[in-house]
Each structure stands twice: as C-alpha cells, then as structure tokens.
Nanobody, 116 residues
C-alpha cells in the first residue's frame, strides 16, 4: 500500500501560476505512473496530466501548453506546474499513482481556486 499527500493548492488570480506537488510514500516499484486529475462538484473526475517512471508525459487537451508535469524520483514526488490559469480550472486536484494491474491509489485532493 502507498500513501499520497498533495500540497500547493490555494487561491490565485486568472493568468497567474501555481505549482502542486504530491509525494508518494510506501513500497514503490517501477514501472509506475503518477498523475493529476481534477474534479468539480457534480461533475466527473477529469484527467489533467500524467508522467511515467520513464518520464513519458500525457496531458489533457484543455491544459496542453499551460501545464507541465514533472517528477523527482529520488523523492517520489510529482509536480504540476500550472501556468496562465483560467477560472474554469477551479477544482479539487487529485494525485494518482498507478503501478502494475492492481495498484491505483488516490490522494485526498487539494483545492485550486482561480479568481477572474
């Protein structure tokens, strides 16, 4: 079992930047994939970005060119650099860790509020 702890959420003005981080603890093996999803109340959770242990990245269409995902394997930490934020990006952001076929773990989420 692994545990995920997110940090970095908060209030930011539209056009601004924010960086989220997520540290994974516990028994970790490669290959694995770490990622970020977001959810607004009443809507489905939406994929934002992911990065594999081999540094292969994927982004949701709505954040391409604005967000950057990267990881520091020595610290089992993944970051989401969010730039040029828009009010519609306001959501709870959840960290996700996938390993193999059976391990799919979520963090508790961190709230990002973008004011217009």
């Amino acid at each position: 079992q692994v545990q995920l702890v997110e940090s970095g959420g908060g209030l930011v003005q539209a056009g601004g930047s924010l960086r989220l981080s997520c540290t994974v603890s516990g028994r970790i093996f490669t290959p694995n994939t770490m990622g970020w999803y977001r959810q607004v109340a009443g809507k489905e959770r939406e994929f934002v970005a992911s990065i594999s242990s081999g540094d292969s990245t994927n982004y949701g269409d709505s954040v391409k060119g604005r967000f950057i995902i990267f990881r520091e394997n020595a610290w089992n930490t993944v970051y989401l650099q969010m730039n040029i934020l828009k009010s519609e990006y306001t959501a709870n952001y959840y960290c996700n860790y996938k390993e193999g076929f059976n391990l799919d773990q979520w963090g508790k989420g961190t709230l990002v509020t973008v004011s217009s």
